[in-house]
């Protein structure tokens, strides 16, 4: 799984910063969160590519929605044919379907939009899930989370053939998928015999703008990344919750809570530019070391399986 932070900035873009956006790309497929201004052109300076098959917006305040025309209508010039989905907090599609025929035409290719409420599951695969989280801002809002499958357990290729006689094969895929087999003489030789444990799959969360929030900290426990508003300073906290969104050193202490691996900080306001190591500073104080980080746009992050050293 691997992370392209498009855009960090808050509400106003800045010449370093572009307002949210985040790209994750999982097996080839490309997924989108938020789409503020100007995110295309981000998808051309970090070479993303275009190839994405599903966007998620947590909210339509214009600084996380107002890139989805632009973007919709550079895949119209491009003759895409693919379907798009696009998912949104429950009560918004209306306002997503006039952002996607903002210039009087409808797209060439198949726009689906699907409402989401906390606790659904936006996006069903076979070995991992994209559900909606509750979020706490000014808005009708959602976060994401991004939910693998657990893994099967590693398979005991040497005890398997040095102790239980067992020669490379089918009997081996048999075993790994939970068959037991058996050999020549009869021996049964049951799957838990040479298969460990599950292993865990991989979480990622993206919150978008929030206040702080329980429902946050219990979908991301454990979490491998989770990317979290963290608008201001904490000499601004007041101003955080009155205008729905959540300090720097607030974030932190969600991610220890959940006992997230790491954190990424975003939404980062305007008046920091320049000076946005004060929000990672205050982070790291509570949450243990670079594990907290605050990325420039273009930055990328692999995100590894939780039993993979870094």
Known sequence: MHVTFLGTSGAVPTTQRNPSAVMVRREGERFLFDAAEGTQRQMMRFNTGFAVSQVFVTHLHGDHVLGLPGLIQTWD??????????????GTRQRIEDLVTLTGNEPSFPVRIHEVSPGDVALDREDFEIRAIDVDHRATAVGYAIVEDDRKGRF????AENELGISPGPEYSKLHNGESVELDDGTIVKPEQVVGPPRPGRRVVYTGDTRPIESVVEAAEDAD????????AEDRRERAGQTGHTTA????????RAGAKRLALTHVSTRYAGQSHRLEQEAREVFEGERAFLPDDGDELDVPFPDVED
Request: aromatic fraction near 6%; charge should be negative; proline fraction near 6%.
């Open 156 to 159: 005991n290729r040497e005890k």
């Open 249 to 256: 050193k607030q974030a932190a202490e969600i991610a220890n």
């Open 225 to 232: 990344l989770l990317i979290h508003d963290a608008t201001f």
């Open 77 to 90: 010039f491009n003759d895409r044919e693919e379907p798009l989905a696009i998912h949104t907090p429950a």
